[in-house]
């Protein structure tokens, strides 16, 4: 028999530097979890993305047990890293701060091709670019 789901918790850890600290000692927490069993499980699957950021999405069973899905890191961080920025642009319509290529727009499309809603290669990169744009990055 199936174990009963008690509840599902995202977060979006630093690959490899998951801690007791908040936010994931709280959100773990307040439903019973083993924080430093989590925490060593999720920095042992993550070592080799150190540098990234890593959604997780952590399911709870009511017997106080879990496990965890990583997905693949957030279109805009891709971005940032790829058009070497610290953060988007404020003014994303008015204000360009940087450009990636599209030789890089393809490489991240298809990094995000798992948790996109689409097989299509055009398309995922119809997907990263608008959030490219939204956030004051060219495509050149």
Not at 20 to 34: M, N, S, Y
Not at 53 to 68: A, G, H
Not at 79 to 97: C, D, Q, V
Request: glycine share 8%; with cysteine.
């Amino acid at each position: 028999m199936a174990k009963k789901i008690l509840t599902v918790i995202k977060l979006q850890i630093p690959a490899g530097q998951a801690n007791p600290a908040p936010p994931i000692g709280p959100a773990l927490g307040q439903h019973g979890l083993q924080i430093q069993d989590f925490c060593a499980k999720f920095n042992d699957a993550s070592k080799n993305r150190m540098g990234d950021i890593v959604p997780v999405e952590i399911t709870v069973y009511e017997d106080r047990t879990f496990n965890f899905i990583m997905k693949t890191p957030p279109a805009a961080e891709l971005i940032k890293k790829a058009a070497k920025l610290k953060k988007g642009s404020g003014k994303p319509l008015a204000e360009k701060i940087g450009s990636i290529t599209q030789t890089q727009l393809k490489e991240i499309a298809e990094i995000k091709m798992p948790d996109l809603n689409t097989n299509d290669v055009n398309q995922a990169m119809k997907i990263i670019e608008g959030t490219a744009r939204q956030m004051g990055v060219e495509i050149k």
